[in-house]
Nanobody
Framework: QVQLVESGGGLVQPGGSLRLSCAASDGADINYIMAWFRRAPGKEREFVAA????????NSADSVKGRFTISRDNAKKTVYLQMNRLKPEDTAVYYC???????????????????WGQGTQVTVSS
């Protein structure tokens, strides 16, 4: 069982930036496909971005392309989501997730991800 912990959320003005981090709570390796999802108030959870085990492949939702970047530092056992040019509609709880199945494709389906963090709140407001 992998316990994931997100950090870096907060309140930011429109146009601002935040960087979210995700790591295992016990410092374990997270050699999995990793992804970020989000759930806005009153909406269903949606895919944001995913990254392969080695970090060479990424996939992101159209709504965040060009603004959000997923990356990972396997030496630090951490996955990041750099969020730039934030908009009010980016307000949501952001979740980190891990897919331990070896796949060729980065899934956008939440059911493919076995391990989840508790989430971190991101609020974009002036």
């Amino acid at each position: 069982q992998v316990q994931l912990v997100e950090s870096g959320g907060g309140l930011v003005q429109p146009g601002g930036s935040l960087r979210l981090s995700c790591a295992a709570s016990d410092g374990a390796d997270i050699n999995y496909i990793m992804a970020w999802f989000r759930r806005a108030p009153g909406k269903e959870r949606e895919f944001v971005a995913a990254i392969s085990r080695g970090g060479a492949k990424t996939n992101s939702a159209d709504s965040v392309k060009g603004r959000f970047t997923i990356s990972r530092d396997n030496a630090k056992k951490t996955v990041y989501l750099q969020m730039n040019r934030l908009k009010p509609e980016d307000t949501a709880v952001y979740y980190c997730a891990a897919d331990r199945i070896v796949r060729l494709v980065l899934s956008r389906d939440a059911t493919a991800y076995e391990y989840w963090g508790q989430g971190t709140q991101v609020t974009v407001s002036s």
